[in-house]
């Protein structure tokens, strides 16, 4: 079975323009989140999807959104970017079997940097 | 979620087993423990989780405490390549934790030859 897969794996952009990055869960995974991790603050949720619905979301700014599509894929974008959204964005996937989190698989990251 | 206790760092000889300990004294009855690691430049790798036995997998052994405040992570025989941070995770199963996991600082465990 192929693993999460995340594009780009790197990015490099400008402080104000905005960011897609796509993630691609294991096949049959319907539970999508993504974390934010830097040097400062370590590893930080920022949302998760199921069934194309937003059901968690971290203590993020609403500068950060996502989305799901019915194949499960999934994007998150970065609005009007700032030098502090320079990070490791990694996206991971679970069964997410009835009731119990379960595990969760993680792509290798996109790494954004803001110039 | 219940917060977590590890300590910053542990070295371990190759071959021998690696024993990491986390305490998690203000668990709930609902709240599993997650292992996760993460080589340096890599996603986090999921490696087993428990409620109240103790668990087994073809990566690692799970021991949690009777009274589940603590519980150690054991990887039986480590090698070079288990050379990673690990992290403890206390979270419940469902409601507002759902895909929601809270990473502390981990143990940095460093493998030598």
């Known amino acids: 079975k192929a693993g999460v897969t995340q594009t780009p794996r790197y990015l490099i952009k400008t402080r104000g323009q905005q960011v897609t990055l796509s993630c691609s869960p294991i096949?049959?995974?319907?539970?999508v989140s993504w974390y934010q991790q830097t040097p400062g603050q370590g590893l930080q949720f920022l949302f998760e999807?199921?069934?194309?619905?937003?059901?968690n979301k971290g203590n993020f700014p609403g500068r950060f959104s996502g989305r799901q599509f019915s194949n499960s894929r999934s994007e998150m974008n970065v609005s009007t970017l700032e030098l502090g959204d320079s990070a490791l964005y990694l996206c991971a996937s679970s069964p997410r079997l009835a009731g119990v989190l379960g595990e969760q698989y993680f792509g290798p990251g996109t790494r954004l940097t803001v110039t | 979620d219940a917060k977590t206790t590890q300590p910053t760092s542990m070295d371990c000889a190759e071959g021998r087993a690696a024993n990491l300990p986390c305490n998690h004294s203000t668990i709930s009855g609902n709240e599993y423990v997650y292992w996760y690691r993460q080589i340096h430049s890599q996603g986090p790798q999921y490696i087993i989780h428990g409620l109240k036995n103790n668990e087994t997998n073809e990566m690692a052994s799970l021991i949690i405490t009777e009274d589940r405040k603590s519980s150690t992570l054991i990887l039986p025989h480590a090698t070079l390549r288990d050379t990673a941070v690990y992290y403890c995770i206390v979270s419940e199963a469902g409601g507002t934790s759902y895909g929601k996991l809270t990473f502390g600082q981990g143990t940095i465990l460093t493998v030598h030859p």
């Open positions: 999807y199921f069934s194309e619905t937003q059901r």
């Open positions: 096949s049959g995974h319907r539970s």
